[in-house]
């Protein structure tokens, strides 16, 4: 089955700074790769995703990049906020009528003003 | 839009006691529905998922069941749980953007004392 792989555990970056946190999947038929936020005691929601046709998604300051040849994926946050701070999770699934999304570890994100 | 209703937000329960968390979904019909886990500070590992009324499919060997006796309801269940079974369990649904995204419940935090 899928495997998701998610680097750095933790992360503590400068207002303003910009923020890269990276996945590794491992099954070649995933498409569908979303990225999640969860702030503390809150539900996951999702904040950008990217199909397998798409190589570079953007939305206000956050981007993510897929490289399917070498199946990794990367959040890219931009002038960072303190309201940024948050846990991030990864996914990934082969979509369709199943779509069973397989989660990384999570990074923990902290922006300090 | 669709909503999940999850229930009780926290739950502490003895070693070798009953378990049953109740999601009901509304605003969607015959929806994918899914049980994930969280354990404190790790990832969202997929527990379960049901594709209709009375299909159940088991993602992880463990001491949990799940139901599905409406199309709209979904019921986690043990019949007596572990200190393992702590952690923080979210309902998931489709949402109405696209059946590949996600829409969490608000969760559960079970503590197994």
């Known amino acids: 089955g899928e495997n998701v792989e998610q680097h750095p555990s933790t992360l503590s970056v400068q207002e303003g700074d910009s923020a890269v946190i990276k996945c590794t999947y491992s099954d070649s038929a995933s498409n569908y790769f979303p990225w999640y936020k969860q702030e503390l005691g809150k539900r996951p929601q999702l904040i950008i995703d990217i199909r397998s046709n798409v190589g570079e998604k953007k939305d206000q300051r956050i981007a993510v990049t897929l490289n399917k040849t070498a199946k990794h994926f990367s959040l890219h946050i931009t002038e960072t906020q303190p309201e940024d701070s948050a846990v991030y999770f990864c996914?990934?699934?082969?979509?369709?009528?199943?779509?069973?999304?397989?989660f990384g570890a999570g990074t923990r994100l902290a922006v300090h003003p | 839009s669709q909503t999940i209703h999850q229930w009780p937000a926290t739950l502490v329960q003895p070693v070798g006691s009953p378990l049953s968390l109740e999601c009901t979904v509304e605003g969607t019909s015959n929806p994918n529905l899914y049980w994930y886990r969280q354990a404190a500070g790790r990832g969202l590992q997929l527990l379960f998922y049901?594709?209709?009324?009375?299909?159940i499919s088991s993602e992880v060997p463990q001491n949990l069941s799940a139901s599905r006796p409406q199309d709209r309801q979904f019921i986690l269940s043990s019949k007596k749980l572990l200190l393992s079974d702590s952690g923080f369990y979210l309902c998931?649904?489709?949402?109405?953007?696209?059946?590949?995204?996600?829409?969490f419940g608000s969760g559960t935090q079970l503590s197994v004392l």
């Open positions: 998931a649904c489709p949402q109405e953007e696209g059946r590949e995204k996600l829409f």
């Open positions: 049901s594709v209709g009324i009375g299909q």
């Open positions: 996914a990934a699934s082969r979509g369709g009528g199943y779509n069973k999304l397989i």
